[in-house]
């Protein structure tokens, strides 16, 4: 029967007869569960001949890019991290059109992640943390999966350096992906992670996007997030996150009236993220959440609790 334990020895053997004793290997890192498993399997098979690259794309939960790559040198991992924050802001800048938004965000990955690619030298391999899931989904939408999974789609670099790929996920189930982390011991923190889209912040900023938005934004998710682990609600949901709405809304602070923007919490439950309902959390627990960030986020002046189902609404907003 099927084991972690077992998994992880014959992965590894077989990891170290496929690439042999010389080739290098590249892995694009995200923070997420996937990448940083198939990192610690290629870890254990070949050390430091795998090179992980992991970019800040300026995206990412609020002091995000620092813990996780530190996370990742901790485990002796050999990552390079590459903060490319403004050229994703230059891609993005005047863009409100979400597909156009995300388009533009895998294409600068892509350039910059080619670009950190090309400085290391004998790289035969591109690694990727595909999991069973996202070869069902990339066969059963009959084509790329470049529309659901742009960050992780590095598309025309295998061909373009002449890279072999090497997936060693891509028979496992999440849960199983999961199990394997635990065994390699994988903190915590990433194990347990919510699923984060590739896109980042990006498709939750409403309309363009500005670096003064995604501070706002991420300052308020962190206070959703850090609420939801203090309360130990944050096992109990598949997802959650904060959008900053485009509208903007009048509210009274002391004798002064405001005219702020508007953030909607999201949380849903799910299996899999292909259906989901909204998340029956606390009515105390959202009105302090509520509370939080109107007093701590200047800027902000509403919040609002998303209760729509997946279908017909969907997770993220755009
Ligand atoms: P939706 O919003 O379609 O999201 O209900 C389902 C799951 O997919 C994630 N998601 C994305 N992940 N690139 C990604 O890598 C994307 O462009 C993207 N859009 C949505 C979403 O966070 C949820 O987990």
Known sequence: SW?????????????????????????GLSGGVDSSVAALLLHKAIGTRLHGI????????????????????????????????????????GLTDPELKRKAIGRTFIE?????????????????????????????VKGPAVTIKSHHNVGGLPEKMNLRIVEPLRALFKDEVREVGHTL??????LHRHPFPGPGL??????????????LLQRADAIF?????????????????????????????GDERTYE???????????DGMTADW???PYEFLAEISNKIINQVRGINRVVYDISSKPPATIEWE
């Open 3 to 27: 084991t972690p334990e077992h998994f992880v020895d014959s992965m590894v053997e077989t990891l170290q007869r496929t690439i042999g004793k010389e080739d290098q290997v590249i892995l």
């Open 185 to 190: 011991e994988l903190p915590e923190h990433i």
């Open 112 to 140: 910059v992640f080619d670009r950190e690619a090309q400085k290391v030298e004998g790289a035969r391999w591109l690694a990727q943390g595909t999991i069973y899931p996202d070869v069902i989904e990339s066969v059963s």
């Open 54 to 93: 992991f970019v800040n794309n300026g995206l990412l939960r609020k002091d995000e890019y620092e813990q996780v790559l530190h996370s990742y040198q901790g485990l002796g991992l050999n990552v390079r991290g590459v903060d490319a924050s403004q050229e994703f802001y230059d891609s993005l800048a």
């Open 202 to 215: 990006g498709i939750r900023i409403l309309g363009d996007i500005t670096p003064e938005k995604v501070d």
């Open 261 to 271: 923007r508007v953030v909607a919490l999201r949380a849903v439950t799910s299996v």
């Open 225 to 253: 997030i850090n609420g939801l682990k203090e309360h130990g609600l944050y096992e109990k949901v598949w997802q959650a996150g904060v959008m900053l709405l485009p509208v903007q809304s009048v509210g009274v602070m």
């Open 279 to 281: 998340a029956h959390l």
